[in-house]
């Protein structure tokens, strides 16, 4: 490093390798000695005709494709500034690096997309008492646009839909690149897919299932940042098997089995299906009182997609009346069936023994004559 009179600090001299040891000054040139390797510079005393810089290896933070590059320079009459490029993936430049490359018209850098880019800088000038000086380089680069990510809240995998159901999801861009959203169904394991909504800025949908026929479906939700980057837009999906039932369950009462014991107790069996959704509960009551679960035997037939449970109702003591008994059935998407019979209670006749008692009573009470 020389300092000049202005007592600005000037490099010299950059050795690329080995450690200079040695240093002398004679008729105005400067001799620089290193040791492994032991080479001997000679600086000066006028400048050369040509001379070459390299830069340190740019790093872009991940692949990237990179643009133009441009520079500010004094340029004096018979100077030139030639640039070259290279790209690798490696922090160092080493033998899987590209080779030096010229840039293309109106300076576009013709390296390959790569993590990192070094460029090389020729000063050449015909005249050596002038020369050409770069004050700043300034290089354009695109990241490699990265893939969004989905993930479907609701509904869970599995799930049984009827009517109106939410469809929420979580989009996330590690470029922080606007996203939007497509919902779409599959009937047929994901041969085709049917579109119900496409273009959505929100992260949830309101799907009217009674469009559709009950069945499975695949449901897919799609991220894309195609707003962001229409030139080389990426894409995410996320989707889960579930099933659109709005078919209400079967529910019924056995009046054959029907019991109305002496006391009012009442017994009845019953039995619940659903052609696509298991049974979830069954209930009854009495006139209008509050429900009452009862227990599911939970069994499936052998027919595929058929669910059958039997329950079995035994009812408190009933007064004497006319009574509603009402059952009723949900299945897992939440639709309900009902059935209700009418029931008779009698009244309860008194027993033997107590008549008797009544009657031998009355006689005592009688005044006499």
């Not at 390798?17 to 000695?33: E, F, P």
């Not at 999906?237 to 029907?258: F, H, M, Q, Y």
């Not at 027919?303 to 509603?324: K, M, R, W």
Request: with cysteine.
């Amino acid at each position: 490093i020389r300092i000049g009179s202005d007592r600005a600090p000037e490099v010299l001299l950059r050795s690329e390798s080995g450690l200079a040891t040695a240093i002398a000054q004679a008729d105005g040139a400067l001799y620089v000695g290193t040791s492994a390797p032991c080479l001997l510079y000679k600086v000066g005393p006028s400048r050369a005709p040509a001379g070459e810089l390299e830069s340190e290896a740019l790093d872009a933070g991940r692949t990237a494709r990179w643009g133009r590059m441009d520079w500010l320079a004094k340029m004096p009459e018979g100077a030139r500034v030639d640039v070259t490029t290279r790209s690798g993936d490696s922090p160092l430049p080493d033998d899987h690096w590209t080779p030096w490359t010229a840039l293309g018209s109106d300076r576009a850098i013709a390296s390959p997309p790569a993590r990192y880019l070094q460029y090389q800088l020729r000063l050449a000038t015909e005249d050596t008492a002038t020369t050409p000086v770069v004050e700043q380089m300034r290089i354009s680069h695109r990241p490699q646009n990265r893939r969004p990510a989905c993930a479907l809240k609701t509904p869970k995998g599995g799930v049984r839909l009827s009517k109106k159901a939410t469809v929420a999801w979580q989009g996330r861009d590690p470029d922080n690149d606007a996203l939007s959203y497509g919902v779409a169904i599959s009937s047929d394991v994901g041969e085709t897919w049917e579109h119900l909504k496409q273009n959505l800025r929100e992260d949830k949908y309101e799907w009217d299932t009674t469009e559709q026929e009950d069945g499975r479906y695949l449901l897919r939700v799609t991220a894309s940042d195609a707003l962001s980057a229409p030139s080389e837009p990426q894409s995410a999906k996320v989707s889960a098997a579930i099933w659109v039932d709005n078919t209400a369950p079967e529910v019924g009462l056995l009046r054959s089995s029907l019991i109305v014991a002496e006391d009012g107790r009442v017994e009845v069996s019953g039995w619940a299906r659903d052609a696509l959704s298991p049974v979830r509960s069954v209930e009854y009551r009495v006139d209008d009182g509050n429900w009452t679960s009862l227990a599911l035997s939970g069994i499936e037939s052998s027919l595929a997609g058929v669910y059958v449970t039997d329950v079995s109702i035994a009812t408190e003591a009933l007064e004497a009346a006319s009574h509603s008994l009402e059952i009723r059935a949900f299945d897992a998407a939440g639709n309900v069936a009902t059935d209700s019979m009418q029931v008779e209670v009698a009244e309860r006749k008194p027993a033997a023994g107590a008549k008797a008692e009544t009657e031998e009573g009355a006689g005592a009470e009688t005044p006499e004559e």
